[in-house]
T-cell receptor, first 118, second 112 residues
Framework: GAVVSQHPSWVICKSGTSVKIECRSL??????MFWYRQFPKQSLMLMAT?????????EQGVEKDKFLINHASLTLSTLTVTSAHPEDSSFYIC??????????????FGPGTRLTVL | GEDVEQSLFLSVREGDSSVINCTYT??????LYWYKQEPGAGLQLLTY?????DMKQDQRLTVLLNKKDKHLSLRIADTQTGDSAIYFC????????????FGPGTRLSVLP
């Protein structure tokens, strides 16, 4: 149980276009979803935290107008990278946590989405 | 702010034990975690330990927690080539322990 999926797993786009990444909790209700960014050979950096039905909380230095996060339901959160540029190329990982099903504050991670901006 | 440190590289021979160390700064951490990341993949939870425990064993994995020194270790017994990956230590912080701070990851290489 507690599976989190991401779609797409890999995307290549042209500079200036927008890309949407979906994160789904498949078998539990995710009251909170997290979006991380991972540069090559580096650790995960938290970008934002989103609770279902409310606005995301962004970490310092993360542009909320560039990285749009929507958490409209208990099983789906989306991250849209607007006007993507090559420096936005990275591995984006989402995670989800929920009450009730989980006995502790574990985050279940998706498999990640590799974004390459040409 | 919160900080989690790990050594970046570790090489061991197949069959030996591996010990990956981690230090953290936030004494209010509720849980501490070890995650494994294989190339191009997401994070897989290996094990976790509650902050009031000092040891947890799960098959080949042993986690030791020294809360006084804020030191966490992961021991992998009988290390196999399939254990080659990056191992991340993470602490949960925040009022409900809902935010995670990750270490930089330790790249474990298992030599035949």
């Amino acid at each position: 149980g507690a599976v989190v999926s991401q779609h797409p797993s890999w995307v290549i786009c042209k500079s200036g276009t927008s890309v949407k990444i979906e994160c789904r909790s498949l078998d539990f209700q995710a009251t909170t979803m997290f979006w991380y960014r991972q540069f090559p050979k580096q650790s995960l950096m938290l970008m934002a935290t989103s609770n279902e039905g409310s606005k995301a909380t962004y970490e310092q230095g993360v542009e909320k107008d560039k990285f749009l996060i929507n958490h409209a339901s208990l099983t789906l959160s989306t991250l849209t990278v607007t006007s993507a540029h090559p420096e936005d190329s990275s591995f984006y990982i989402c995670s989800a946590s929920g009450r009730g099903y989980l006995t502790y504050n574990e985050q279940f991670f998706g498999p990640g989405t590799r974004l390459t901006v040409l | 702010g919160e900080d989690v440190e790990q050594s970046l590289f570790l090489s061991v021979r197949e069959g030996d034990s591996s010990v990956i160390n981690c230090t953290y700064t936030d004494s209010s951490s509720t849980y501490l975690y070890w995650y494994k990341q294989e190339p191009g993949a997401g994070l897989q939870l290996l094990t976790y330990i509650f902050s009031n425990m000092d040891m947890k064993q799960d098959q080949r994995l042993t986690v030791l927690l020294n809360k006084k020194d804020k030191h966490l270790s992961l021991r992998i017994a009988d290390t196999q080539t399939g254990d080659s990956a990056i191992y991340f230590c993470a602490e949960s912080i925040g009022n409900y322990g809902q935010n995670f701070v990750f270490g930089p990851g330790t790249r474990l290489s298992v030599l035949p």
